[in-house]
């Protein structure tokens, strides 16, 4: 079976500070890969998704960034965190090439910018 | 990606049917409807989709309208457990498009 692992499952960080979070699939391949963040009381925002490795499409322009150095490794990136960017990470999947495939979440990364 | 219409709250007894509607009137041919739900302060769980057909699966039954313009999700015996922020989405089938999550509606499973 499937499963999506995400790390840390909380972090405080300051602002100004660098942020990496991981995220990895197993059981699959080729997986269709996504970031998600939820902002306190606000609803899940796309942020990232990847096809493949080295494919990464951008939603929403900010501070962030996204890679995928391995087929079923995601990492969401910053260089320097602002306060705004506090919220629930979520990573996710999907098989890739099967078009009604639901997406499945990972337990998310919860940030607090201080 | 059509657009969905839910309430945002219900409440439901515990150990009764909890149906939870979502209008998708604009929803084209090629487009799924999904609907997951979200305990509080952990990720979006996959409860079930489907195209035009009804669906039943061990979590619940999703029931399509004929026109499919739209749906109800039905969770046949609620649990305290259930409580949760559900989501009606709708995504055509095909792509690599990420689900467009909106404002829900916040399942109260009363005891």
């Known amino acids: 079976s499937q499963t999506i692992h995400q790390w840390p499952a909380t972090l405080v960080q300051p602002v100004g500070s660098p942020l990496s979070l991981e995220c990895t699939v197993e059981?699959?391949?080729?997986?269709?890969l996504y970031w998600y963040r939820q902002a306190a009381g606000r609803g899940l925002q796309l942020l990232f998704y990847s096809v493949g490795i080295g494919q990464i499409s951008s939603e929403v322009p900010q501070n962030l960034s996204a890679s995928r150095p391995q087929d079923r490794q995601f990492i969401l990136s910053s260089k320097k965190l602002l306060l705004s960017d506090s919220g629930f990470y979520l990573c996710?999947?999907?098989?890739?090439?099967?078009?009604?495939?639901?997406?499945?979440f990972g337990n998310g990364t919860r940030l607090t910018v201080t | 990606d059509a657009k969905t219409t839910q309430p945002t709250s219900m409440d439901c007894a515990e150990g009764r049917a909890a149906n939870l509607p979502c209008n998708h009137s604009?929803?084209?041919?090629?487009?799924?409807v999904y609907w997951y739900r979200q305990i509080h302060s952990q990720g979006p769980q996959y409860i079930i989709h489907g195209l035009k057909n009804n669906e039943t699966n061990e979590m619940a039954s999703l029931i399509i309208t004929e026109d499919r313009k739209s749906s109800t999700l039905i969770l046949p015996h609620a649990t305290l457990r259930d409580t949760a922020v559900y989501y009606c989405i709708v995504l055509s089938g095909g792509g690599a498009d990420g689900l467009t999550f909106g404002k829900g509606t916040h399942l109260i499973i009363q005891p």
């Open positions: 059981g699959t391949s080729n997986p269709n």
């Open positions: 996710a999947w999907r098989y890739g090439g099967v078009g009604n495939s639901p997406l499945h």
């Open positions: 604009t929803i084209s041919g090629n487009e799924y």
